[in-house]
């Protein structure tokens, strides 16, 4: 029912919000089906991935059909306890994504420039 006010009212939703959804802090041995359980009683859902490298483990992507499910879904399951697990659930921002690849670039090239000239950052 409150997804509905919401439209009625017109409401102007905050520029972070959208319908994609960045869920961290998942048990790793969750199940597809437990995801679609979870998530799928706040609206329908486009797609569910979930991590499955080293890097990525306990962490998923939820793509909402629309953004209004998105904004209740967050709104309901930011902290919820899963397997003794609190979900942090947030909105997916493509800037901040790809600032930590980048840093993450920079710093191997800096790692590579140093051994390849041979400069310490160490104090000795």
Do not use: C, W
Not at 106 to 124: C, H, L, N, P, R
Request: no cysteine; proline share 2%.
């Amino acid at each position: 029912m409150a997804t509905i006010s919401l439209r009625k009212g017109n409401a102007r939703l905050p520029p972070e919000v959208n319908r994609v959804l960045y869920v961290r802090n998942l048990p790793f041995n969750i199940s597809s089906e437990e995801m679609y359980d979870i998530f799928g009683k706040y609206g329908a859902i486009r797609q569910i991935r979930i991590g499955t490298n080293k890097d990525t483990r306990g962490t998923a992507f939820v793509v909402y059909e629309d953004i209004y499910d998105a904004k209740t879904a967050v709104d309901h399951l930011s902290g919820f306890n899963v397997a003794n697990r609190y979900l942090i659930v947030l909105y997916y921002q493509q800037a901040k994504m790809s600032k930590k690849v980048d840093q993450k670039k920079k710093e191997d090239e800096i790692a590579k420039m140093q051994e390849k000239y041979g400069v310490s950052t160490k104090d000795k």
